[in-house]
């Protein structure tokens, strides 16, 4: 079973994707994304 990965919205904090760690343990994440709650594209950065 993979670990997964919780991204957070910059803007404003809501964590709502989620995807599998893969071999990435050395850097976090930042992948820009569509946030329903802000209801644009934005930052999302890997949370802990």
């Known amino acids: 079973m993979s670990k997964k990965i919780v991204?957070?919205?910059v803007q404003c904090g809501s964590r709502n994707y989620?995807?599998?760690?893969g071999?990435?343990?050395d850097?976090?994440?930042?992948?820009?994304k569509f946030c329903s709650h802000?209801?644009?594209h934005?930052?999302?950065?890997?949370?802990?």
């Not at 989620?18 to 760690?21: E, I, L």
């Not at 934005?42 to 802990?48: D, N, V």
């Open 7 to 9: 991204l957070c919205c």
């Open 18 to 21: 989620s995807v599998p760690s």
């Open 23 to 25: 071999n990435r343990a």
């Open 27 to 32: 850097e976090r994440l930042e992948i820009k």
């Open 38 to 40: 802000c209801n644009s």
């Open 42 to 48: 934005t930052l999302h950065k890997q949370t802990l």
